[in-house]
């Protein structure tokens, strides 16, 4: 049996996505356990007001998947869409060492560097979801919170 992290994807207005810096050097969706008694979308909810300090409600699950965070350690992941149910000013919480806005266009805007392949892959399918138009290209990194 795996361990269960229950993700978020928040798309901005300008097809941009909230990503926090781990301890471990790496960007993720914001997200968490869930905790006893919740569903899997109050953890969404709960873990986003808990991580970036913004209200969101989550809308339904785009994907799950397994993923291997370090050799041999895997950690079974939902991702649900999710949309702003309140202002946009997000403040990074002790869980992280920062937030910033990435661009939700292609796998190839996503260095490895700052976004693994999987991810990048869920993000595109994510802002699929979201926007029926067309995906405009913007620059990869906007802003750090």
Same mark, same amino acid.
């Given at each position: ?81 999710? !949309?702003?149910?309140?202002? %946009?000013?997000?403040? =990074?919480?002790? @869980?992280?060492?920062?937030?910033? &806005? /990435?661009? +939700? !266009?292609?796998?190839?805007? %996503?260095?490895?560097? =700052?976004?693994? @392949?999987?991810?990048?892959?869920? &993000? /595109?399918? +994510? ?11 913007? @620059? ?6």
């Amino acid at each position: 049996m795996f361990p269960v992290s229950i993700k978020g994807v928040l798309l901005t207005s300008e097809h941009e996505v909230l990503l926090a810096l781990s301890c471990r050097d790496e960007w993720e969706l914001p997200g968490g356990r869930v905790e006893v008694g919740e569903q899997p979308h109050e953890t969404v909810e709960r873990e986003f007001l808990e991580e970036a300090n913004i209200r969101v409600q989550a809308q339904r699950l785009i994907d799950s998947y397994l993923f291997e965070v370090i050799p041999g350690k895997h950690i079974f992941i939902a991702t649900y869409g999710c !949309v702003s149910n309140g202002p %946009f000013a997000p403040e =990074v919480s002790h @869980e992280h060492r920062k937030l910033a &806005l /990435f661009a +939700a !266009v292609t796998q190839q805007h %996503f260095p490895d560097a =700052v976004c693994g @392949e999987v991810l990048a892959d869920r &993000l /595109f399918l +994510a802002s699929a979801e979201f926007d029926s138009g067309r995906i405009e290209e913007s @620059e990869v990194f906007h802003g750090v919170f």
